[in-house]
C-alpha cells in the first residue's frame, strides 16, 4: 500500500521559514494537500493541490511537490502556527495520511 | 453556516458494535463525497470510508473492510458507519469529512469528532 512519511517534528524560531516534508513514491505525479491540527480541535485545510490555499488561510502558507517529496513551507511563522500537519494524497481510490508532523515554534 | 455534526460514540466492548452518524446542515449534502476519519489517542489521522454521492460507491481501508459500513441516507442529510466486530485499535475520534472536488477533493469540511473506546 501506499505511504507517505513526514518527520514527526519541526522547530522553528518565530518569524522565520517552517519547511515540513512529506515523502513518498512519485508523490510529485500525485496532488497533495495539508492539513492543520491544533490540540484537541479539529484538522483544518491549509494546502490543497499542492501549493493553492482555501480562502482564509493567510499567505505565509504555501506547498510544493515535486519527485519524491511534497513540501509544507510556512513563511514569518507566528506563535499561533505551532500545531500537527498532515500531508495527504490519493491512491487511486483510497486515501493516503502522512504520520504527520509536530511544529514547535520557539 | 456549515455543519458536520457527529454522535453515537461510546464504550463498547471488544467485538461489540456501534453506528456512528454525522448530521450535515448549511451544504447541499447530497452533491458530494463523504468520509470517516478517525484518529486513536496521541496518534495521527486514519482515513476510514468514503461514500459518493448517491451511495453507490464505498471505498474502505484494509483495516475495516467487512467489519465497517458506511452508508448515508440523502433525505436527513445524515452520514453513517456502522462498526461491527469493534476491536481495541479501533479506539479513536471518529470525523466526518466533506470532500470536495473545488479543492481538488480535499477535505474541506471536518465535524468536531465523536470519541469511539473499545475496552471491556
Known amino acids: ?106 | 453556516e456549515v455543519q458536520l455534526v457527529e454522535s453515537g460514540g461510546g464504550l463498547v466492548q471488544p467485538g461489540g458494535s456501534l453506528r456512528l452518524s454525522c448530521a450535515v446542515s448549511g451544504l447541499t449534502f447530497s452533491t458530494y463525497w463523504m468520509s470517516w476519519v478517525r484518529q486513536a489517542p496521541g496518534k495521527g489521522l486514519e482515513w476510514v470510508a468514503n461514500i459518493k454521492e448517491d451511495g453507490s460507491e464505498k471505498y474502505y481501508v484494509d483495516s475495516v473492510k467487512g467489519r465497517f459500513t458506511i452508508s448515508r441516507d440523502n433525505a436527513k442529510n445524515t452520514l453513517y458507519v456502522q462498526m461491527n466486530s469493534l476491536r481495541a485499535e479501533d479506539t479513536a475520534v471518529y470525523y466526518c469529512a466533506r470532500l470536495n472536488l473545488v479543492v481538488n477533493d480535499a477535505f474541506d469540511i471536518w465535524g468536531q469528532g465523536t470519541m469511539v473506546t473499545v475496552s471491556s
Open chain 1, 1 to 106: 500500500s501506499y505511504e507517505l512519511t513526514q518527520p514527526p517534528s519541526v522547530s522553528v524560531s518565530a518569524g522565520q521559514t517552517a519547511s515540513i516534508t512529506c515523502s513518498g513514491d512519485k508523490v510529485g505525479n500525485k496532488n497533495a494537500c495539508w492539513y492543520q491540527q491544533r490540540p484537541g480541535q479539529s484538522p483544518v485545510l491549509v494546502i490543497y493541490q499542492n501549493g493553492k490555499r482555501p480562502s482564509g488561510i493567510p499567505e505565509r502558507f504555501s506547498g510544493s511537490n515535486s519527485g519524491n517529496t511534497a513540501t509544507l513551507t510556512i513563511s514569518g511563522t507566528q506563535a499561533m502556527d505551532e500545531a500537527d500537519y498532515y500531508c495527504q494524497a490519493w491512491d487511486s481510490s483510497t486515501v493516503v495520511f502522512g504520520g504527520g508532523t509536530k511544529l514547535t515554534v520557539l
